[in-house]
């Protein structure tokens, strides 16, 4: 099993609705991510978990919240966004943190209404 | 900043030539460059990566060529094929993060 599994694949929300994204893999990686990709644009990273620890918060601000409750699922609890937040959300894993080879989802096309 | 990005944002080649992406780099300090297949409606899919200390390395179909002098990155693909039809980024892993750059879309004609 090489897949990165998102859900939902589509979400619209409203700007005081709250919502989670979910990420699942079972490669055994043990550092996954999340990224934000607007259009035509590349992937930005968000956070990094290594060993189910936050590691790297890209300054990302506080109305995303990152949870790695095990070393298979990453969720991203959504609260209060902003219309300008709609963006494809990507989540990816690697065997380790640093290692070249990501695995992406197909991602969450998110729309903030 | 220092950032990863591209030369051209499309390039259309006729099938079965070659193709080649470029990729311009100012961090000079990463480790390993790295390039990602996005097809539409999908996530990024690893393609090939080239440790900072070589100066090339070929895939099946692919050849990535660093060179280190000019801060250029490049990406070949030999026979390019309709299944090639993507947006393909260059990244760079440094201190264990992965930055992406802007993207190229490749369209193949028929």
């Known amino acids: 099993d090489t897949e990165v599994t998102q859900t939902p ?10 919502k989670s994204l979910k990420c699942e893999q079972h490669m ?6 999340w990224y934000k990709q607007k259009a035509k644009k590349p992937p930005e990273l968000m956070f990094v978990y290594s ?3 936050l590691s790297i918060n890209e300054s990302v601000p506080s109305r995303f919240s990152p949870e790695c409750p095990n ?4 969720n991203l609890h959504l609260h209060a966004l902003q219309p300008e937040d709609s963006a494809l959300y990507l989540c990816a894993s690697s065997q380790h943190r640093g290692n070249t ?7 969450t096309r998110l729309t903030v209404v | 900043g220092e950032n ?9 080649v006729q099938e079965g030539d070659n193709s080649i992406i470029n990729c311009a780099y100012s961090n000079s300090a990463s480790d390993y460059f790295i390039w990602y297949k996005q097809e539409s ?3 990024p899919q690893f393609i090939i990566d080239i440790r900072s200390n070589m ?9 990535v060529l660093l060179n280190k002098t000019v801060k250029h990155l490049s990406l070949q693909i030999a026979a390019t094929q309709p299944g090639d039809s993507a947006v393909y980024f260059c990244a760079e892993n440094k201190g264990n993060m992965l930055t992406f750059g802007g993207g190229t879309r490749l369209m193949v004609k028929p």
């Open chain 2, 55 to 63: 100066d090339k390395r070929q895939g099946q179909r692919v050849t």
């Open chain 1, 101 to 107: 080879e990501a695995f992406f989802g197909q991602g």
């Open chain 2, 4 to 12: 990863v990005g591209l030369h051209l944002p499309t390039l259309s």
């Open chain 1, 28 to 33: 055994g990686h043990r550092a996954m991510y």
């Open chain 1, 51 to 53: 060993y189910e620890k």
């Open chain 1, 71 to 74: 070393s298979s699922l990453l």
């Open chain 2, 41 to 43: 409606g999908k996530g």
């Open chain 1, 9 to 18: 694949k589509h979400l619209v929300m409203g700007m005081t609705n709250k």
